[in-house]
């Protein structure tokens, strides 16, 4: 399971919490947030845009992106 699943499981988990407990209903919804968030940062790709494959003066690592090598932080 990667870093994003992981974290939807761990918010679905609060929620579940939240419908459990109304008396902390506020508290769990807002764990459930922050790891949506989570979630959010871990399903972010490293795209840095270029045309027709010129890379120009792009460091190694951004060019690598730009050609697919790297699709993840």
Known sequence: ??????????????REKAIADPEQHDR???????????????????IVPAEDGDTGDLPEAAADAQLGLITRQ
């Not at 769990?28 to 989570?38: H, Q, Y």
Request: proline residues 0%; hydrophobic residues 50%; contains cysteine.
């Open 28 to 46: 769990w919804i807002d764990e459930a947030i922050k790891w949506l968030e989570r979630a959010m940062e871990a399903g972010r790709c490293a």
């Open 1 to 14: 399971m990667d870093r994003r699943t992981a974290c939807l499981h761990q918010a679905d988990a609060f």
